[in-house]
């Protein structure tokens, strides 16, 4: 059904290799160690796995998502992180700034991007998460430019990644206009600050901060102002990150692939009762239900990635693959660790590692209840306000809501 090309199969293969021998070697000291691992950065990059999906002429691979998500399956089998890092070096961030950038923009972000950097994409603010569009950043004009004041948090990279892309709320002469999109260099752009990080249960070798804005000014020309406007703003730039959606989904299922492998390795070594216990049926169908559940998330995930040609993935696509790649790689994770018993809850092996990792992906990016809303709203074709308003539509309802 997804037949790959030879340059498919190559690409896929050199990403294996490159997992299974340098990244895999890694793969625990950074999760010990809670530091970004720029050793690992610079072989992603030796590899051409930054900026994949940069068109030629900016220097880039002109790969597509789909190429894009054969090396993250193979990285994430070993690495969430590793795997996150491909993901946010050819979606999300440079992903809007190659769709709706200028040409100096993309030239920037290649260069970033195709150097090593990581980019950052700054969403939620401590009292938007799931509610992105009531984000309080605002970016108001000035003289040839806008000025930034605002605070993001659980910002993937904060601190490490030079490159952001901050959606804000824009005003012109004091009137609220939508959300735009504004590039901002760490290090160069003043005003933009790192702010406290928070650690978390898994993929710790990738920080999570807050980003603080202070009077930070953003030139004109590092504006990405949709074509629609910034009325339309949030929704082409969240059409970009179905692109993240597809990377993130892949994550959570090359990470379930890898445990999955570790778990029929050690089943079939693992000897009681006088027989390896992949002899016991209860483990049998335990790894009958973790194959189906991982096939049918792959090929969720390939036709996603598929969805856009060259372009951005469906939003409902993208959905769906994350919606059950993430669940589905939270089930296999754990029934991984149950097969191996003790030596799985233990430290000593990859797999509670990988449980931890695995976690994140019903969250992060989009909840699988967000994406559900979603999904059930083109399904029903039906758009349902999730505002206490919304939900509340008769006078009477919205009298008693509100006491
Ligand atoms: P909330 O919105 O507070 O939701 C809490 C719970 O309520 C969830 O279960 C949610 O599904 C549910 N819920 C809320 N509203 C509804 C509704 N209408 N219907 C049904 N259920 C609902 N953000 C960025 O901008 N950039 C990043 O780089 C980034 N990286 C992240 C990395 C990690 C590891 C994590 C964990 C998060 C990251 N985030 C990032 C933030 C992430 O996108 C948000 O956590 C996510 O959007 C959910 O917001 P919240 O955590 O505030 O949860």
């Not at 998502?65 to 054969?70: E, G, I, K």
């Not at 020309?221 to 959606?245: D, T």
Request: glycine fraction near 12%; include cysteine.
């Amino acid at each position: 059904m997804f037949d790959l090309t030879p340059t498919q199969l190559d690409l896929q293969a050199r990403a294996r290799a490159l997992s299974d021998g340098y990244v895999n070697a890694r793969a625990a000291e950074i999760d010990q160690s809670e530091e970004y691992p720029w050793d690992v950065v610079e072989k992603l990059t030796g590899a051409g796995f930054m900026g994949l999906t940069i068109p030629w002429e900016y220097g880039g691979a002109g790969l597509t998502y789909f190429d894009a998500v054969l090396v993250i399956e193979q990285m994430a089998r070993n690495c969430g992180v590793s795997a996150r890092i491909v993901v946010e070096a050819n979606m999300g961030g440079v992903g809007a700034i190659m769709g709706y950038g200028s040409a100096a923009q993309k030239e920037l972000a290649a260069s970033y991007v195709l150097n090593g950097d990581k980019p950052a994409i700054c969403i939620t603010e401590p009292g938007a998460g799931s509610a992105a569009t009531e984000m309080t950043t605002t970016a108001v004009k000035t003289d040839g430019g806008y000025v930034l004041n605002g605070k993001k948090h659980w910002i993937t990279g904060g601190g490490v990644s030079k490159l952001h892309l901050i959606f804000a709320r824009v005003f012109e002469g004091g009137v609220d206009q939508g959300i735009g999109g504004f590039i901002a260099i760490r290090d160069e752009t003043r005003g933009l600050r790192t702010g406290k990080r928070e650690f978390a249960m898994g993929l710790r070798g990738l920080p999570e901060t807050e980003v603080i804005f202070d009077d930070m000014f953003v030139p004109d020309a590092h504006v990405i102002r949709p074509p629609q406007g910034f009325r339309h703003g949030f929704a082409a730039l969240m059409s970009a990150y179905n692109g993240q959606r597809v990377g993130a989904a892949t994550v959570a299922h090359g990470l379930a692939v890898g445990a999955y492998e570790r778990a029929i390795a050690f089943a079939k070594s693992r000897e009681q009762f006088g027989r390896p216990i992949a002899e016991f049926q209860g483990l049998q169908w335990m790894i009958a239900d973790m194959a189906t559940g991982l096939a049918a998330a792959q090929a969720l995930i390939y036709k996603a990635a598929l969805s856009g040609g060259d372009g951005y993935p469906d939003k409902n696509a993208a959905a769906q693959a994350k919606i059950f790649a993430a669940e589905n790689a939270i089930k296999v994770t754990n029934d991984a660790l149950q097969i191996h018993g003790a030596a799985g809850y233990g430290r000593s092996l990859p797999i509670e590692r990988i449980v931890r990792d695995a976690r994140m992906f019903t969250i992060g990016g989009g909840t699988a209840q967000m994406l559900r809303n979603q999904v059930a709203g083109a399904v029903l074709n039906m758009k349902t306000p999730q505002t206490r308003a919304g939900y509340c539509d008769t006078p009477e309802v919205r009298q008693a809501a509100v006491h």
